[in-house]
Structures are given as C-alpha cells and as structure tokens.
C-alpha cells in the first residue's frame, strides 16, 4: 500500500534510465537547480533500463513521501495502466518518453520530426542506402523516431521497408556490437541514422574498428549531443535536444504548482473544459477534462480530478495543473 504525505515534504522524486548518459545527467542537473531555487529537494533513482528497478525506485520514492515524481519510464505501455503505477498517490510527469492515453502527463521534444529533420540531411547528401540504429523497441521516442526517419525515406521515395534497422536498446555496447554486424553486411549501408547519443558512440566504435571513415566510407548523424561530440573530426551531425526547455516548461506555474495536490479549500469551479494539458500541448498529449478553479486565497488554476470531489472542498485525488488568469 501506498503512503500518502499530509504534510509537505518539498521532496521531488526523479527516476532516470540511465544517469551516465549525458542527456539525462544534465537534465538532472537543471531540474534540480530549478527545483534548489523553489525550496525543494531533490531524491534522484536509476532504473538502468529496467523496469523492476523502475517500481523498486518508486516504491522507495513513496516511502519518502515525495510531493511529485518525473519519471522517464522504461516498461512497456501497459506496466503504466496497471498498479501499482496506476495507483501511485502522488502525481508523476513523465520525461523524455510518454505513455500515450494514460493519465500521465509529460514533456518531450516532438520526436518524429527531429528524427524527419535529422533523415532529410542524410539524404539531401546522395545517400540512398540508409540505416536506422534504434532504441527499446516498446517506448515511444523509438517508434517517433523511427516514423519519422521513415517518413524522410518516402519523401525522397525510397521505400522504408527496405531500410535496415537494428534494436540496440539506448546502449553503447549493445550499438557497437550490432552496428558491427551491418556494416560487414554484404549490402552495406552508406549512411547511419542513429536515435540516441550513446548509440552513435557504439556505432563510431564500430566504424573506427572496421577501418572505415566517417563521412568518405560511411556517413552518420543522430539524435543528442553530448559534451565531447567536438572532440571528433570532422565534427558529428547531432540534433540537440532542448534540455533548458524541457527542465523548465515556458510560461509554466511555478514548480510547486506542478506537482502538488489541491489540500485548500476550493470556492469556485468552472468547467469541465476538454483540453489539452494547458502548457504541454505542444507534446502532443491527449485531452482530458480540466476545470477552472479559485481557492479562498484567491488563486486561480487548472486542475484535473482521477477521483470523485466533493461539493465544498477537493478531495486528494484532485491534482493542480498550472495556474491561469
């Protein structure tokens, strides 16, 4: 069972993939001076890509009674509509990866056209044998990235079905190895897209170890810069992702309207209105319905409701979500 905080705790939880890729241990990094500036504290877990470690770190966060949680999840969709993640008393905010049609919400970079971008230059260079190395097969930047290296195949009318791609699950072993077996391949690609940072190092690896050349034996470009991308030479194409932005929503409430629940009493309620998640809809997550509401103290918000409510005041399963007016 579940323990609930009555009391703040200005505890925030975050549970990462995997805190030695860059990308994750700089968005920590931002978050948890954002969250230092409010009066927070910040309880940081690793699940190393596994969802067992994922649950162990949640039920850990939990006993700490953390006021909120931002989770990079790394099961499959379904673990997330299933307890005791269904269930979890405090709101979560998924990062870098959605759960489409949960109760979740989240931030991501709209990944499909990133990955569309990132394919067109590829092929604006002459490329017509291209490859994908691509992360876990279940979540959802994989599949976003993967609609849109293909989308990118069409549009240059190459035919996707035809286009290479390997699962190397996010990791740089996994990427070296695999990259390895399609570049000795007896129709080699001439070009790699690569949908993370640790898998283009993998994949230079491979490269470096099979005596070919980047860019005049085979090309690369991917997704996610990292600090000591300059060191190579000729430099990396990367499409950075905005770390800044996704630490810190634009025109967001402050960060302890983010996650904290409704304990105060409510006077007011409009609504509902059928939206998308006020400063989100730009990560493309579905509608729910939301209600406009003031507390005796006069502030207005957002809120959304997993629960029933009552007629005076807001029972816990109410969540604030932003600020309005």
């Keep these: 069972m579940w323990l609930r905080a009555k009391v703040s705790t200005r505890l925030i939880g975050i549970v990462v993939a995997d805190i030695t890729n860059p990308f994750f241990s700089e968005l920590v990094r931002r978050i948890g001076s954002i969250a230092d500036s409010l009066g927070y504290n910040v309880l940081l877990c690793e699940a190393d890509h596994d969802p067992a470690k994922e649950l162990s770190a949640l039920r850990l966060l939990a006993s700490h009674r953390v006021e909120g949680v931002l989770l990079a999840p790394t099961g499959p969709p379904s673990m997330y509509f299933e307890p005791p993640i269904s269930n ?12 489409r049609e949960s109760r979740f919400d989240g931030v991501s970079i709209d990944n499909r056209q990133a990955a569309l971008d990132v394919t067109r230059h590829i092929l604006s260079l002459g ?15 994989t599949t976003e990235r993967l609609d849109g290296f293909r989308a990118a195949l069409a549009e240059f009318a190459l035919d996707p079905a035809e286009a290479p791609v390997i699962y190397a699950d996010f990791r740089q072993d996994r990427a070296r190895e695999l990259s390895r077996d399609l570049l000795v391949a007896s129709r080699r690609p001439t070009a790699l897209f690569v949908s993370n940072n640790e898998m283009v190092i993998g994949a230079m690896q491979a490269i470096s170890e099979l005596g070919l050349a980047c860019p005049s034996d085979i090309s690369l470009a991917g997704i996610d810069d990292f600090p000591w991308a300059s060191a190579f030479a000729p430099r990396l194409t990367t499409a950075r992702q905005p770390i800044e932005a996704l630490a810190e929503v634009p025109d967001g409430p402050p960060l302890r309207f983010r996650w904290r629940r409704v304990l105060h009493d409510v006077t007011a309620i409009e609504g509902p209105e059928r939206i998308a998640a006020p400063w989100w809809r730009h990560a493309g997550m579905p509608t729910r319905d939301y209600f406009r509401a003031e507390d005796s103290e006069g502030r207005r918000f957002w809120l959304y409701r997993e629960g029933l409510w009552g007629r005076e005041t807001m029972r816990p399963k109410w969540y604030v979500h932003g600020l309005f007016g």
């Design 88 to 99: 979890f008393p405090r709101p979560i905010v998924m990062i870098d990866r959605m759960i």
């Design 127 to 141: 490329h017509v044998h291209v490859a994908a190395v691509a992360g876990w097969r279940h979540l959802s930047n």
